[in-house]
């Protein structure tokens, strides 16, 4: 009989690994003064299991490539704030029950707002609209005329672009909007969360699919922590409230919690890729095959889609993909593979050379090829 209750002892006496970015505030830190919303949780979540915590710490802006390679590598137990969707990859993660609601948010002077709700679409007519450059927010207001875009790289371009009187209304990602607004800008700023399509989702606790066990033990304490976390979603900013509403946006965020939220996909069948695959392409000797059309538009879609769009479907005509071949011609190729090499840090591009082997790049190539456009009228 006592062989079976310190086996149960040793177990509960393992870690509780949590999987963060330690650089994300105000989601995560490696600053023990100020660890972030979902470290908080992570070891307000430990306590309640009777686990001790340990970090895993690795850059969440690799998208699904961070999950894959500590959650899905064995490297931690648990990752906090992903999208709680059958479509985050697939059937390898499972998630707890949704903790918080997270998207984007309108942001506007208290004084300019005078406690008034924007109030959707129609509040942001003849308005000049902050939005980050590659994001719903800009898809959403990309066809409309009455609305004059303001384009920021960053939700901090954003907040600066308020404060510096260039733009009326942000339309930026919500928690790092209230987080700077809280430590940078003394709270004078109102900020309505919103929802729709592409705008908002659940964030959860993600699993690898074998951790069932470890998922319902955090669902069972979930419940008894709701109150905690709203305590921290206020210590740390996050807007809340009743959100507003919009019409369907084009895509879902893909990275802007952790960097890792899925996006929405447009379904293109094998056969379908296969067909595209095999019409000649300007500037390339052979058709690219089917399966490595399809491993490239898995990576694409995992990390690059953040910024140029599901399949690379993308309103903003100078990050659009399917141009490349109308504006680059025989040197769309060693045009790519220069950018995707080195970056263009300047215009927001990260160097990725060190993240993806050559095969893999030629993958993505072989993805970008099937998707291109003739013209960008």
């Known amino acids: 009989m006592i062989a079976p209750i310190a086996t149960a002892h040793a177990d509960e006496a393992q870690p509780f690994r949590l999987c963060a970015d330690p650089t994300n505030l105000p989601f995560s830190s490696d600053s023990p003064s100020q660890p972030g919303f979902y470290v908080e949780i992570g070891q307000a979540l430990a306590q309640a299991l009777g686990r001790p915590i340990a970090y895993d710490w690795y850059k969440s802006y690799f998208g699904k490539r961070t999950v894959r390679v500590t959650l899905l590598g064995r490297q931690c137990d648990a990752m906090i704030g992903l999208p709680r969707s059958e479509d985050f990859m697939g059937p390898a993660v499972i998630f707890s029950a949704p903790f918080a609601k997270e998207g984007y948010a309108l942001v506007v002077a208290r004084e300019s707002a005078k ?79 919103t929802a729709g399509e592409g705008l908002s989702w659940d964030a959860a606790i993600g699993f690898a699919k074998t951790s069932t066990e470890l998922r319902d033990r955090v669902d069972a304490v979930l419940p008894q922590l709701q109150r905690t976390i709203g305590e921290l979603a206020v210590k740390y900013g996050l807007p809340g409230g009743e959100p507003v509403r919009f019409g369907a946006g084009q895509a879902e965020p893909a990275g802007t919690t952790t960097g890792m939220a899925g996006g929405a996909r447009t379904s293109v069948q094998v056969t379908e890729i296969a067909k595209v695959a095999a019409t000649e392409v300007k500037g390339d000797a052979a058709a690219p095959a089917a399966e490595a059309v399809g491993a490239g538009k898995e990576i694409f879609n995992g990390t690059c889609a953040h910024c140029h769009g599901p399949d690379a479907i993308q309103s903003e005509r100078k990050i659009d993909l399917r141009l490349l071949r109308h504006r680059y011609g025989d040197d769309m190729r060693e045009t790519y593979w220069t950018t995707v090499h080195e970056g263009r840090p300047s215009k927001g591009m990260p160097a990725w050379k060190e993240v993806f082997t050559d095969d893999q790049f030629d993958n993505i190539y072989s993805f970008l090829l099937t998707v291109q456009s003739e013209s960008d009228d």
């Open 115 to 193: 406690g008034k709700a924007i109030g959707g679409i129609a509040g942001l007519r003849g308005k000049r609209v902050a939005v980050q450059f590659a994001t719903t927010p800009q898809n959403l207001l990309a066809s409309r005329d009455d609305v004059e875009m303001v384009t920021v790289l960053s939700p901090e371009e954003g907040m600066q672009a308020l404060d510096q009187g260039k733009a009326d209304i942000a339309f930026i990602w919500g928690p790092v909007a209230g987080w700077l607004n809280k430590t940078s800008y003394n709270d004078r700023y109102q900020i309505e969360l």
